[in-house]
Each structure stands twice: as C-alpha cells, then as structure tokens.
C-alpha cells in the first residue's frame, strides 16, 4: 500500500503542476550543489552570492527561471553575466519533474526516483564544467539507494525490505566492479601502450569518481540495468569522442567526462531501462 491516497481527491491536473513546481526548487538547489560541492564548500549553509561583486542575491531574485529572465541573465548590483547553466539547470530539473509524476504518477516510488534524476542531474554538471563527482553525491547516493530500496520502483516487485535492500547492493556492487575490471584491463593494456609519463586518469581511461558512481546508480538501477547504463554510457562517450576527432577538437587524449554520459544513460534507464533490459533478454532467447 504506497499510494498517497491523499492525492486522490485532488484534481488529477495538480500532481503533475505541483511536481513541476516542486521540480523548478530543486533544480535551484541543484545549481548551489554543482557550484559549491566541487570546491569543497558546504551546500547547506550555503547564502547565495554575485562571485564577482559578492553582493547576497535576495529572496526575490532567486526564483527559478523568472530571475534570471527579469534581470535578462545579469546581477543586479554590478550587472556581470550570471551562467546560462543556472537557469537549464533549474529548467531540466522541472522538466525532469514532470516527466517522472507523469511515468510514476502519485506513489512513493516517485520520490526515490526524484532524488535520483537530481543526484544525477548535479553529477552532469559537475563532472562536465570541472571534471569531478562529488563524494557527497556518489557514496552518499549508494546509502540512500540502499536504504530507500523497498520504495524503489526499478528493482522487481513482491520481495520483501531485505531483498530488496539485496537487490540493490548487489546493483552497487556489480556497477563498482564492472569499471574496476575495465581500469584494471585499461592499465595493463596502456602500460604496453602508452610512454610512462602520462597522467594516472589517462593511463586508467576512468578515474575513481566513475567507480563511485556506477556504484551508485547501480544501487538505484539494480544488477541488469546497471550494465545497459555502463554501456549506453560508453557508446555516448565513444560517438561524441569520435565526432569532436573528426572536427578536429579532440585528439586521443583528450578527456571526456565519463560522468556526464552516465548520468544521461542513468536519466534514460528510469524511463526506458526495463523495456530495453527485457527486449534484449527477448533477442537472446530468440531461436
Ligand atoms: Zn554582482
């Protein structure tokens, strides 16, 4: 019994505008995250500030997506640019909102994946525009995946709190050591390859942030999909790689961040996964 029964006697437009509304919040505190946690600074007494004037953005100019439309993308004390990232984020978080209360509609199960598009959605910022995955997000999404894993929606139905608990360490587990062969495969391989004065992140191809969160979208995603995502996430990454070589901006060793291909491949197996898992286990069983 997870329905919220309460919301049964609302109209049926409200869920859907509520998630929205509440979507548009979070992704507010989605850009505090993605800005501070990569520098080490603390999210939760976090007061927002102009980084150029230091001026404190008040109340008012810090509504999602209006503020930055009124003040036409400037701070209002000394008129330097504020990032387009600010409102996209916010934009993509009550986009994503919408999405999962019209997939999941008003059950529990919308919660735990809400929290999981958002920790996905910070991870594709920060990993794009510095190149790290916070700890804070990656082993802290591993405890909460694992501890909200009887509300999850993604792993099977009719197992009881435990299983379910097992269903998804087993999830983390599988993510964290599918990428620890691959670094390991990747180091013996490179060794060979490569001279001995290249970085440690080149000589592995993926850094420990990666493990990490693999770990992570693993405990949210269960054992199948977990592997649909590592491999979604790579043929993204290799596609884009190959587009950036062919127009001449990237070489072979340039890096790409293997974080945000995985959280958009995370992002896609809340809502497709299940149907891709089970058309390619049909393949298989084909005759
Ligand atoms: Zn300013």
Redesign the pocket.
């Known amino acids: 019994m997870d329905r919220l029964d309460w919301v049964r006697i609302l109209p049926p437009w409200l869920f859907p505008l509520a998630a929205t509304a509440v979507g548009l919040i979070l992704g507010s505190f989605a850009n505090v995250c993605i800005h501070r946690l990569p520098r080490g600074l603390s999210v939760v007494w976090a007061r927002s500030e102009?980084?150029?004037?230091?001026?404190r953005v008040r109340a008012w100019d810090n509504l999602p997506l209006l503020s930055w439309l009124i003040l036409a993308g400037r701070?209002?004390?000394?008129?330097?640019p504020i990032s387009w990232r600010y409102p996209l984020v916010e934009g993509m978080a009550g986009l994503l909102s919408l999405a999962l209360a019209w997939r999941f509609g008003p059950h529990t199960g919308v919660l735990v994946m809400g929290l999981f598009a958002l920790a996905l959605l910070i991870l594709f910022f920060t990993d794009l525009e510095t190149m790290l995955l916070p700890d804070w997000i990656t082993l802290g999404g591993v405890a909460v995946g694992l501890g909200l894993a009887p509300w999850n929606p993604l792993l099977p139905e009719q197992v009881g709190a435990l299983p379910a608990m097992g269903l998804a360490l087993a999830g983390a587990a599988g993510g964290a050591g599918l990428i620890l062969a691959v670094m390991v495969a990747w180091r013996v391989w490179s060794r060979w390859r490569f001279p001995q004065d290249i970085s440690e992140e080149l000589r592995t191809g993926m850094g420990q942030g990666d493990l990490k969160m693999l770990a992570f979208i693993g405990a949210f995603v269960g054992l199948r999909q977990v592997f649909f995502v590592t491999f979604a996430a790579a043929l993204m990454g290799s596609l884009f790689g190959l587009a950036m070589m062919m127009r001449r901006r990237a070489h072979r060793h340039t890096l790409l961040p293997f974080g945000t291909f995985l959280a958009l491949a995370g992002i896609g197996s809340i809502f497709y996964g299940r149907q891709i898992v089970d058309l390619y286990l049909s393949l298989l069983a084909w005759p």
């Open positions: 102009c980084p150029r004037c230091g001026a701070c209002r004390d000394c008129r330097a």
